[in-house]
């Protein structure tokens, strides 16, 4: 979400009144606005640059608003008070009108057929009699910028130019020509350049070389000038200093060149909707005519108003309300959408001004009537319908193999999804042509070219940051690759894989061997050709000749294990041998990603090679316990049911956060499926009933929640059969083991309170780097070690060679995970914006 700055006591003074800051927090909130952050420019200054820095700068207290990303009428000052002002009822929404010239023909800005390779298209527009003062120019500028990045996207969609109209003359001409050709003086310069010497001059300027790749590489260069020659602007990186605005500009022309003619409108209605009220007519803007290069003549801004409609129930049922038809029109006409009933049914026409771009569905009015209502109005309902979530089997399977692994003594790894063109070929001795991979069309970095292949080269880098660890390193990582398949409809299928590597003094194969083994039994996967597994010598470029061997499910290829081929150790910057394991583990699903799984093991795998399940084994279990008598009451009366409701209000289950053998003994403890009355227990009814399958793995119960069912009545013919030896031999005893019961989950809770909690950390490496080869290094590392925070420690960092002479800071942390994230790390680092370009996590490890 865009953040907008503004000064508290102008906005108050523009508002008609003050507010306290909690005051002007509620009514953010009422507005669909978030107040961010209470500061002034001193504290900002200071935050990010120290108190040396921030001396001599303003205390004026400014007011961070985050702004709905759609939003942009309120990314200025004047868009921000006029949409609460009209929300408070204390204005109507003005009307904008688009009006021709008070005397001449209008202004004409004419596009050559040049500018079709660069940037075909433009919109300009007249801001007759304005009066400028310095809060209305800093705004001016301000919301430019705040637009130049969101909807423009940084400028490579659209790029905006404002001139001083008096100090030019028309018309004006767009077009594009060789940059050798354009010379003219830049804002803010005080001798003429070239348009080549100024793409070298703004290489190290700290605001505009973001925008030179525009259009750096094109034969031509977009360039506007008047009459007489005088250059405007070379959108979309700098306006020339001729036309600045001042102070004591009068009248501005506004222009802005785009590749998107629709973006172009937009950001051309929001320029001069938001400054026309300063205008000596407010809220008119003086038309001009845009010539295009087949002759037609279009005149801007469009300004265009429509009507939608809707009706109130539609509204009601999407909100969850019941509000008259008239009442929802008057909430919308406060949003600035001005509304009324047609008088046909519950029919509401609603006007769409040219400042709400954002609302293109009926959808968008609806959230636009409910913010009006107010959320905290909005009454709370229980939903009609519950649903029972299941686990994806793909998933399950992953989190049950997951468990195992690092039972064996493995620890899991996460890497990147994305990787180098050299991490999946080059240096696995492989051609990138056989790697079936997916590119990037347009990768940020080299490090990120394409969608990996194996998982074999995350593993790699990791073991080569965690050199200095101890010996041996076990790492293993079960996550998605990606690889081309014509038979879908993206050209691309994700495959779920388990990659293990053993890296050691002595290769370790066996280590390697031993795990895939144990994988094997664990899907219960037996050591035989045909219906079982077992691998085959084969030969690949990654492996050491003679050492690698291909694993086959049932006739099937699944993977391969091996020593790794020297070259590829040497490549991925290890010493010593290591050993490695990738097997893809759908195929153990069967033919469905849908499968259910008995015994935490693939259903289809146990219907296949006929494995004896414990419902084969073991007789059922009895459907239905002799009691309905349970701690919550008895669950055959409403009363019991009640007590249970209320329970499992805010629970998901009868003890812990995971299905129990608790769960299940209540449910048995029901006679029958509890009515809708007892919502909450019906939720977990009919999600406990799905465990059905699988409750003899269930966890066991910490305590006792079903009590013991009462003797049966003696009677002459009674046999020994007939004896309950479990139940209570009078109400004295079964006080007895209420008051143990009750005891021993009193122990247990204090046991529980007394352990110490454990403190989550993780191993983070980051690579930090540089703009050029000029920065000077040892001062990256000294702003990024200056960043303190509660739960960080900084570790060892070197330099790595990027290329062209640069070189990447590479530092290592511990954090507490529940203080420091990654992204807190990368906003403080990026924050030194004069040494620091980027910042990536090059590894990320738990602890």
């Known amino acids: 979400m865009p953040t907008v700055g503004v000064k508290r006591d102008l906005l108050f003074k523009s508002l008609g009144r003050t507010y306290t800051d909690e005051e002007f927090d509620e009514l953010c909130f009422e507005f669909g606005l978030e107040l961010d952050e209470i500061t002034s420019e001193k504290e900002i200054i200071s935050r990010e640059q120290g108190d040396s820095k921030a001396s001599g700068a303003s205390d004026v207290i400014l007011y961070k608003i985050d702004v709905p990303a759609n939003r942009y009428d309120l990314l200025c000052l004047e868009g921000l008070v006029r949409g609460l002002q009209v929300f408070k009822n204390k204005l109507e929404a003005p009307r904008y009108r688009r009006v021709g010239p008070v005397s001449g023909e209008p202004q004409q800005l004419i596009i050559t057929k040049e500018t079709a390779a660069v940037r075909p298209f433009a919109v300009a527009a007249v801001l007759r009699n304005m009066t400028f003062t310095q809060e209305r120019y800093d705004s001016f500028i301000e919301l430019q910028e705040k637009l130049h990045q969101n909807i423009c996207r940084k400028r490579s969609l659209v790029a905006i130019g404002t001139h001083d109209l008096d100090t030019i003359s028309g018309p004006f001409t767009y077009t594009a020509k060789p940059p050798g050709e ?27 070389r973001h925008y030179l790749h525009i259009i750096e590489d094109k034969p031509l260069y977009p360039v506007i000038y008047d009459s007489n020659g005088v250059v405007l602007s070379m959108p979309p990186i700098i306006n020339g200093d001729h036309s600045k605005i001042t102070l004591n500009t009068k009248n501005v022309f506004v222009e802005c060149t785009a590749t998107d003619l629709t973006k172009a409108k937009t950001v051309l209605d929001m320029m001069v909707t938001m400054f026309s009220e300063y205008c000596s007519q407010p809220f008119t803007v003086e038309e001009a005519d845009v010539v295009c290069p087949d002759g037609k003549t279009c005149k801007y801004p469009e300004l265009a108003y429509r009507k939608e409609k809707l009706s109130s129930d539609f509204v009601n049922r999407k909100v969850g309300i019941n509000v008259s038809t008239e009442k929802i029109a008057q909430l919308l006409t406060r949003m600035c959408l001005r509304s009324e009933a047609t008088g046909v049914g519950d029919e509401i026409e609603v006007e769409i001004p040219p400042t709400r771009s954002d609302v293109i569905h009926a959808c968008d009015i609806m959230e636009d009537a409910a913010m009006a209502y107010g959320f905290n109005n909005i009454p709370r309902t229980t939903p009609r319908t519950y649903t029972v979530a299941n686990q994806f089997p793909i998933n399950k399977l992953t989190e049950l193999l997951r468990q195992d692994l690092a039972a064996a003594g493995f620890t899991e790894a996460l890497n990147f999804a994305l990787c180098s063109k050299e991490d999946i070929a080059d240096k696995l001795r492989k051609k990138i042509s056989d790697t079936r991979a997916a590119h990037i069309s347009n990768p940020k970095t080299a490090e990120f070219q394409v969608a990996r292949t194996t998982l074999l080269p995350g593993l790699l880098k990791t073991i080569a940051a965690n050199r200095k660890m101890p010996l ?346 529940d203080k420091v994230g990654t992204d807190l790390l990368e906003e403080a680092i990026t924050a030194f914006e004069e040494y620091v370009q980027s910042v990536d996590v090059a590894a990320f490890n738990k602890i």
């Open 472 to 817: 041996p390193l076990r790492l293993f990582e079960i996550s998605d690759v990606v690889l081309k398949d014509e038979t879908k409809d993206v050209g691309a299928r994700n495959s779920r894989r388990v990659c293990a590597v053993y890296y050691n003094k002595s290769p370790g194969f066996e280590v390697i061997h031993g795990l895939l083994d144990r994988t094997m039994q664990l899907l219960e996967v037996k050591s035989a050709h045909g219906e079982g597994y077992h691998i085959q010598a084969t030969e690949d470029s990654t492996f050491f000749p003679g050492r690698c061997a291909e694993i086959f499910v049932r006739g099937k290829s699944v993977g391969r294990l091996g020593v790794l081929h020297p070259d590829v150790i040497t490549r991925f910057e290890l010493t010593m041998p290591c050993s490695a394991l990738e097997m893809d583990i759908e195929p153990f699903l069967g033919h469905t990603a849908e499968a259910s799984l008995t015994h935490d093991v693939p259903m289809q795998e146990v219907l296949k090679h006929k494995f004896i399940t414990q419902d084969d084994s073991s007789p059922a279990p009895s459907s239905r316990p002799t009691s309905t008598k349970t701690v919550f009451g008895d669950m055959s009366t409403p009363a019991g049911l009640k007590a249970l409701n209320d329970f499992l209000a805010d629970k998901s289950y009868v003890e812990g956060f995971v299905a129990s053998q608790a769960d299940t003994a209540i449910l048995d403890a029901i006679p029958s499926a509890p009515s809708p009355t007892f919502c909450h227990v019906l939720r977990w009814y009919n999600h406990i009933k799905s465990f059905q399958r699988e409750r003899a793995s269930l966890p066991s119960a910490e305590s006792q929640f079903v009590l013991p069912a009462a003797p049966p009545a003696s009677t002459d013919d009674a046999s020994d059969d007939d004896l309950d030896l479990f139940g209570s031999d009078d109400d004295a005893e079964s006080e007895e083991a209420a008051r143990i019961r009750e005891q021993r989950l009193a122990e247990y809770a204090a046991k529980k309170s007394k352990k110490p909690a454990l403190v989550a950390k993780s191993s983070i490496l980051l690579d930090v780097k540089p703009w050029d080869d000029e920065t000077d290094m040892s001062k990256v590392e000294e702003c990024v070690r200056s960043v303190s925070m509660d739960g960080l420690l900084w570790g060892q960092s070197k330099l790595v060679p990027v290329g062209y002479g640069i070189k990447k800071l590479q530092i290592g942390c511990v954090v507490e995970d």
């Open 182 to 208: 354009i010379r003219f003086k830049p804002l803010n310069q005080t001798k003429e350049y070239t348009a080549t010497e100024l793409m070298a001059l703004y290489k190290n300027d700290s605001h505009l």
